[in-house]
C-alpha cells in the first residue's frame, strides 16, 4: 500500500479524533452496530445469502454475508436552562468478510447506491448538529442540520426500510401541537450522473425530497397514528429541464401509519402508504425517472409474547408498483421469527421468509424464495431485541426462478436449493 492509499484509509478515524479532540472534557456518547461471521455452503464455498431476484429485501438470520458495522460519536456540547446543542457523527464499514484484511476501496466512483467489491467501503452516514429549545415560541422542538438518519421506520427481520428519507438536509422536529408532534425536513439525495442524448456531462441530479409528519396522534387506548406526506422533486438545471428525456422529475408519497402498544405483551405496526411517479423506486426518497406510475404498500409488523418463554416477530408486506412503462411488479412477503428462552442467556430462534415477486410486463416469469433457518443464540438478557448476540446458525432456501445471492458464486446457475451455516455475532448499543 502506497502512502497516499494509507492517508485515504486513515482520513474517518481522523475526522472522528479531531471531533472529540474539538469537544470539551466530558462523556461522550458512544453508540453503534455491528454484524460479522463465518460460513460456508454445502458442498464447498463461501456462504451464499438467498434473495428473490426483484424484490427489495431478504431475511436476515443467518442469510447475512458481509462485516457491517457503524460507529458513532456524539455529545452534547453546550447546555444554558433548557436550550441545548447536541453534536452527533456516524462511520459505516461493509466488506465481504473474507479475509483477514480487507481495505476500503481508494477510487472515487463509488457512490451512495454503489455496491461494495471484494475490499470493503467506508461511509460518513451521519454528521450533524442539533439545538433544543432554541425557538422561543416552539419548547421542546428541535432544529437540526447536517446529515443524519432521519425517522427511519424499518422491519427487523428482513431490513426492509419502507420509510426513510434519510440523507444530507435541515429541519425542524417534535413541534407540540398539543395533539401531535410535527416535523418538517428538506433532505437531498443525489442520483448520478445526467446524460442529455448520449453524451454525459458529469452534471448530477440533485433529487429533493420535503418530508412533513404528525406523529403520536392518540386515536384509541395504547394506539398511536402517525401521518406523512413526502414531495419529492428533481433540482434540474435549465439544460436538463430542455431535455425532452427527463420531464418527470417528482412523486408523493403519502402514509399512514398506526402503532398498537400492549399488544399480546409486544406491539402492532400496520403502514399504508401511496405513491406516485419519481417517489416510488425508493422508501420516500424522489429518485430519477422517465415513467408514470403509482404504488400501493401495505406493511404489517410487530412483535408479540407467546408464552413467557417464546416470543416471535412477523410481518407481512404487499407492494404493487405500476407503470406505464411496464416496468414495475407485485411483491408479496411473509416471514415470522419465533424465539426459545432455554435461560436468560440462551434462546433457539427459528425463521422462516417467502418472496414472491410477479413482473408487470408480460412475458416476463414470476419468481419465488422459501427460506428457513434455525439458530442457537447467546444473548445478553431474555428480550428478543437484547444484544450483544452470538448465534450458530443453518439455513436452507428453496427457489422457483432465478436468486441473487449477495456474496458467493457456490450456487451453481441451475440449482433450485441451497444450504448454509455459519456462526455470526450482532450488537447495537
Not at 31 to 49: E, F, K, M, V
Not at 134 to 159: F, M, Q, T
Not at 176 to 187: E, R, T
Request: proline share 3%.
Amino acid at each position: 500500500m502506497n502512502p497516499q492509499q494509507s492517508v485515504r484509509l486513515l482520513q474517518p478515524t481522523l475526522l472522528c479524533t479531531a471531533l472529540l479532540a474539538a469537544m470539551p472534557a466530558q462523556a461522550v456518547d458512544f453508540h453503534g452496530y455491528l454484524r460479522s461471521g463465518i460460513g460456508a455452503t454445502a458442498g464447498g464455498g463461501d456462504q451464499a445469502c438467498f434473495q428473490a431476484a426483484g424484490a427489495p429485501a431478504k431475511y436476515r438470520l443467518g442469510n447475512e454475508c458481509e462485516t457491517y458495522a457503524e460507529i458513532g460519536l456524539g455529545q452534547e456540547v453546550w447546555k444554558e436552562g433548557e436550550k441545548s446543542f447536541y453534536v452527533d457523527s456516524m462511520i459505516a464499514y461493509v466488506s465481504r468478510q473474507g479475509n483477514d484484511y480487507e481495505a476500503t476501496r481508494t477510487n472515487a466512483d463509488g457512490g451512495a447506491n454503489h455496491p461494495f467489491d471484494e475490499a470493503g467501503d467506508v461511509a460518513i452516514r451521519q454528521f450533524n448538529v442539533v439545538g433544543n429549545n432554541l425557538i422561543e415560541s416552539l419548547p421542546g422542538a428541535d432544529i437540526w442540520a447536517g446529515k443524519r438518519y432521519y425517522k427511519r421506520h424499518d422491519v427487523h427481520i428482513n431490513d426492509y426500510y419502507y420509510w426513510d428519507v434519510s440523507g444530507p438536509g435541515a429541519g425542524i422536529e417534535d413541534i407540540d401541537l398539543g395533539f401531535a408532534k410535527a416535523s418538517f425536513a428538506w433532505i437531498r439525495n443525489t442520483d448520478g450522473d445526467y446524460v442529455y442524448q448520449g453524451s454525459g456531462t458529469g452534471t448530477n441530479l440533485a433529487n429533493d425530497t420535503l418530508d412533513f409528519r404528525l406523529a403520536e396522534i392518540d386515536v384509541n387506548p395504547n394506539g398511536k397514528l402517525e401521518i406523512g406526506y413526502d414531495y419529492g422533486k428533481a433540482n434540474l438545471t435549465d439544460e436538463q429541464e430542455s431535455d425532452p428525456g427527463y420531464t418527470d422529475q417528482k412523486g408523493h408519497l403519502v402514509t399512514l401509519e398506526h402503532t398498537q402498544a400492549s399488544w399480546f405483551g409486544g406491539y402492532n405496526k400496520l403502514a399504508v402508504q401511496y405513491g406516485t411517479d419519481g417517489i416510488i423506486g425508493s422508501s420516500g426518497r424522489n429518485s430519477t425517472g422517465n415513467s408514470d406510475g403509482d404504488m400501493l404498500r401495505l406493511v404489517n409488523q410487530g412483535v408479540v409474547g407467546i408464552t413467557d418463554d417464546i416470543e416471535m416477530m412477523y410481518v407481512q408486506i404487499y407492494e404493487d408498483r405500476d407503470f406505464d412503462n411496464e416496468s414495475g411488479q407485485t411483491w408479496t412477503s411473509f416471514g415470522v421469527r419465533p424465539v426459545y428462552k432455554w435461560s436468560d442467556v440462551m434462546s433457539t430462534a427459528f425463521e422462516f421468509g417467502y418472496d414472491y415477486v410477479d413482473p408487470q410486463a408480460d412475458g416476463l416469469d414470476s419468481r419465488d424464495l422459501k427460506k428457513f433457518t434455525i439458530a442457537q443464540q447467546w444473548s445478553a438478557g431474555r428480550s428478543f431485541w437484547a444484544r450483544p448476540q452470538i448465534r450458530v446458525f443453518a439455513t436452507y432456501a428453496m427457489w422457483d426462478g432465478d436468486t441473487y445471492q449477495a456474496a458467493s458464486e457456490s450456487i451453481d446457475v441451475g440449482d433450485d436449493d441451497g444450504l448454509t451455516f455459519g456462526v455470526q455475532a450482532e450488537a447495537w448499543w
